[in-house]
């Protein structure tokens, strides 16, 4: 597999401003995977510490007391360097902190590195849900930079089901090549709606080709997910968060698709879920879709954040929790019939946010409600405020969009559905299967 994050590295490698790095994601999304083929391709040794108290206790227990002491960088690669029998050279060895969250003195650690050993390359991660419990006491904050990895995107589900060449056409720009491909295009956007971008899957689905097995993967990451937070948060907290996961298919099953604290359970209040709400997201498993009470730039000032969707953080999780049927996926053109909004919004979200964490010019999304009309996704690029309104099909009707049209007038405005890109009087269409390259357009 090849993930987009791999150039992100490579930069961070050769800058001179570099600083020890945290990969945030939500679990099992590929971060151990991402630092250790980086270390494979980019350096002469990678020396991974794995702070993993389940792996080998012993270990863990020497870990856990080098970082108990003294903080600085010498002393600590010294305890490494007899710790792993390994000689650690700055300039040839990549450092991995992996399961970090499991000795937060070994988070600390990071900001002593910065300011007094910057010559060493280190990479960090772990449980995203256990690194923000350390945050605000002895969080190296302004000492690292971060890397935040999501689901695997489309193109880099076409890399890893042998379909680079027509990841690599979607980037050119070639629109009447892309079109007579269409039907490989739609092909593979409809097992990503069933497979999702989440590494094991993918990874087993690109070799067996296996609808039933990648299910079975999925839910046991869901199970996965609940365990942890059953780890990590009080049982009251617990509690709620499950509800709140459980809530999820029900609220995007409805028409607005607006989360409603009193869908969650009966006489749900928002002061007793919003902390359940939060930990999903500072999780990195849920995404939150504010709505926006006036357009004008910046986004971020206009949003009222008590009207929201509420959204899982890949498609394929989400069919999982939705009990989507294989067959809904292998019988031609049923994904158009069924489940089309609410997976067909997820899938586009989840690329926008890939973009929105890799483009600094980029913000959002939120969406808009007017008179009867709602556009899915609002976007500010480069200053400019853009309207995207989703369709799952060949639906030709845009009346939401025509709506904001209408009313503010954008420089740009773009409707995503199955139709070829085309540049109409007031808006352009834009191939679902192409969303990754809306900014450039």
Not at 69 to 87: Q, T, V, W
Not at 163 to 191: H, P
């Amino acid at each position: 597999m090849y993930r987009f994050a791999m150039k992100r590295l490579e930069e961070w490698k050769s800058s001179a401003y570099r600083k020890p790095m945290i990969i945030e994601g939500a679990r099992q999304v590929g971060k151990s995977w991402l630092m250790e083929e980086f270390g494979d391709k980019q350096y002469k040794h990678t020396l991974k510490v794995n702070f993993d108290r389940d792996e080998t206790n012993s270990r863990a227990g020497r870990l856990e007391s080098i970082f108990s002491g003294d903080l600085n960088p010498k002393r600590l690669i010294s305890a490494l360097e007899l710790e792993y029998a390994a000689n650690i050279n700055p300039d040839e060895t990549l450092l991995i902190f992996d399961e970090v969250q499991e000795t937060p003195r070994a988070l600390t650690s990071l900001k002593y590195f910065s300011e007094d050993a910057p010559e060493y390359h280190i990479l960090a991660a772990g449980s995203q849900m256990g690194i923000a419990l350390h945050q605000g006491t002895s969080f190296p904050v302004g000492k690292i930079s971060f890397l935040k990895l999501h689901p695997m995107n489309f193109d880099e589900f076409l890399y890893a089901t042998d379909r680079k060449r027509f990841a690599e056409l979607l980037v050119s720009g070639d629109w009447q090549m892309i079109g007579t491909f269409k039907n490989i295009y739609l092909d593979a956007l409809k097992e990503y709606y069933f497979i999702g971008g989440m590494p094991e899957v993918v990874a087993s689905f690109a070799m067996k080709r296996d609808f039933y097995m990648a299910r079975k993967l999925q839910k046991e990451l869901l199970s996965g997910y609940r365990k942890d937070y059953s780890k990590h948060a009080p049982a009251l907290l617990n509690a709620r968060i499950q509800d709140v996961l459980s809530s999820i298919p029900r609220h995007l099953a409805r028409e607005n698709k607006k989360f409603i604290w009193s869908a969650i359970r009966s006489g749900a209040r928002s002061r007793d879920y919003e902390l359940a709400v939060q930990w999903i997201i500072d999780c990195a498993q849920g995404y939150k879709v504010s709505h926006l009470d006036q357009i004008y730039a910046p986004l971020k000032s206009y949003i009222d954040q008590e009207t929201f969707k509420f959204y899982l953080h890949d498609v394929g999780l989400l069919g999982a929790m939705c009990g989507v049927d294989p067959k809904s996926i292998l019988e031609e053109n049923s994904f158009i019939r069924e489940y089309r909004g609410t997976l067909t919004e997820q899938y586009v979200l989840q690329q926008l946010k890939y973009l929105a964490e890799n483009d600094p010019m980029l913000s959002g999304p939120a969406y808009w409600t007017g008179a009867k009309a709602e556009v899915d996704f609002i976007l500010q690029m480069e200053g400019t405020i853009v309207p995207l309104e989703v369709k799952a099909s060949y639906n030709l009707k845009s009346k939401s969009l025509q709506a904001y049209i209408n009313k503010y007038h954008p420089e740009k405005a773009f409707r995503a559905s199955l139709w070829d890109y085309r540049v109409r009087e007031e808006f352009t269409e834009i191939p679902l299967y192409a969303i990754l390259h809306l900014k450039n357009l």
